[in-house]
């Protein structure tokens, strides 16, 4: 990375740290963008330079996150996925984002991360030709992680990740929805 985009890449990351912040205090669709850019310390230029949208930012976010967790952890198929090893990176992965992800759900923006997952999903089986049924599988699989996964983190359930991890394993993954007995 040279250092244009070094620099490039600390303004949206300051942009969306002040986002993070300001969502933690004030409702989303009080946000101003100039509110904003006073909190990340950059031009109002700067932002719509990179961003169209408070939106945008969030997106960009997450598909970071999930850009980063693929690249330490891939899975190309439903099968890896499901295994518990695979779980429970999944689940470390979301401890070490929780806060962020809390205050998403609390500014009613969780289904950003949601599209992120079902973006993520496809993205990472690209290489294989889905049915439409697999189609369905895929999203059905996106929907049940999302669901147990804010669910754990909203509630503030103290299950730690071996315990959720064996759950999903059990309770989900472990269907005949993946080909998994």
Not at 102 to 124: E, Q, V
Not at 150 to 170: A, C, P
Request: aromatic share 14%; net charge neutral.
């Amino acid at each position: 990375m040279n250092m244009h985009e070094e620099e490039h890449e600390l303004v949206k990351q300051s942009l969306t740290e002040a986002l993070i912040s300001l969502m933690d205090v004030k409702p989303f669709s009080e946000i101003t963008v100039t509110e904003l850019v006073l909190k990340a310390g950059v031009a109002r230029a700067t932002y719509y330079r990179n961003f169209s949208s408070k939106e945008q930012v969030l997106t960009d976010y997450i598909d970071k996150i999930l850009q980063s967790f693929y690249n330490e952890y891939p899975a190309n198929s439903m099968q890896q996925r499901t295994q518990y090893e695979h779980i429970s990176h999944i689940l470390d992965y979301v401890i070490k984002y929780k806060k962020q992800l809390r205050i998403l759900h609390k500014s009613g923006l969780s289904s950003l991360y949601l599209n992120g997952m079902n973006k993520y999903f496809f993205a990472t089986l690209n290489k294989t030709a889905l049915t439409a049924d697999d189609k369905f599988k895929v999203y059905a699989f996106a929907g049940a992680e999302f669901n147990i996964i804010f669910n754990w983190i909203v509630t503030g359930d103290d299950e730690n990740t071996k315990e959720i991890s064996s759950y999903l394993k059990r309770s989900m993954f472990n269907s005949s929805l993946f080909g998994n007995r």
